[in-house]
């Protein structure tokens, strides 16, 4: 298949929640996406929307996912790294297990997965690793919250290592930092009222921009808030 004349981007975890709405409002501003998914057949169909298995827990089904997205475009500009989990245990409680799952699903295959597209991301010029951190990469608010907020600073340190790897190459990453969005996870963690929460479309918008940039604008974190905080 001959080379898209729009730029392409991958997206994790985006049959739902974030990834959903980063996958719509690409789709909507002259991006080719690619989704990758557990369940391809229960993402609603777009047309224009390349839907593909992906599960973050599988080794190999990243190498798939890319091989798909490459046969259908030809090329692979941005990867917006969404699949994430959050298992509410205290660092304490945690299992070793537990911990496992925490970082396979939050770090390690973010971390294997740009290691297979960074040749595609360099041939861009302008290639970008968004990765969807969260607030508690950036404080620990709960102990419940302790095991997920270690995966979540790991993935905001492997932004921040990306960012030294690809400054040759035109590569650029960021970590977007929410707080509380009104998503499944969001609303599973917390008593605020959906409409109070920032939403989807909020850190869609945000991704948008990050992506549009120039390489001279580079943004390393952008930390979101639904209210303040003390430090944030
Ligand atoms: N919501 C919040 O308050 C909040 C705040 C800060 C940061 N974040 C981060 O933002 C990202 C998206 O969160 P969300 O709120 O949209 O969560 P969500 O509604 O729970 O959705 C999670 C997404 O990750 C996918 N996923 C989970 N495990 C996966 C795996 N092993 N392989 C592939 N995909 C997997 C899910 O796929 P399935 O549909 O197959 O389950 C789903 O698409 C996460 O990294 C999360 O940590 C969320």
């Not at 070793?96 to 297979?116: G, H, I, S, Y």
Request: glycine share 6%; proline share 5%; charged share 20%.
């Amino acid at each position: 298949m001959a080379e898209s004349a729009l730029p392409v981007a991958m997206i994790s975890g985006a049959g739902r929640g974030i990834g959903a709405a980063i996958a719509a409002e690409l789709t909507a501003h002259g991006w080719a996406v690619s989704l990758g998914c557990r369940r391809p057949g229960s993402v609603p169909a777009d047309a224009r929307q390349l839907v593909c298995h992906y599960d973050a827990l599988e080794s190999q089904s990243d190498q798939r996912w890319i091989d798909s997205t490459l046969a259908a475009y030809g090329r692979i500009d941005a990867v917006i790294h969404n699949a994430g989990i959050m298992l509410p245990r205290s660092v304490l409680e945690a299992t070793d297990e537990e911990f496992d799952q925490q970082f396979a699903v939050n770090v390690k295959a973010p971390m294997r997965l740009t290691r297979k597209l960074w040749p595609w991301l360099k041939a861009s010029g302008r290639g970008r690793v968004i990765t969807l951190a969260s607030l508690s990469a950036k404080r620990v608010k709960s102990a419940q919250s302790g095991l997920y907020a270690m995966s979540k600073f790991s993935a905001l340190a492997f932004t921040h290592a990306l960012r030294h790897a690809g400054e040759a190459d035109g590569i650029r990453a960021c970590a977007i930092c929410p707080g509380f969005v009104a998503t499944d996870m969001g609303m599973s963690l917390s008593q605020i009222p959906a409409e109070k929460m920032t939403q989807p479309e909020d850190i869609a918008l945000l991704v948008r921009t990050v992506l549009m940039l120039p390489n001279r604008a580079s943004i390393a974190e952008i930390p979101v808030n639904w209210a303040v905080e003390d430090n944030y």
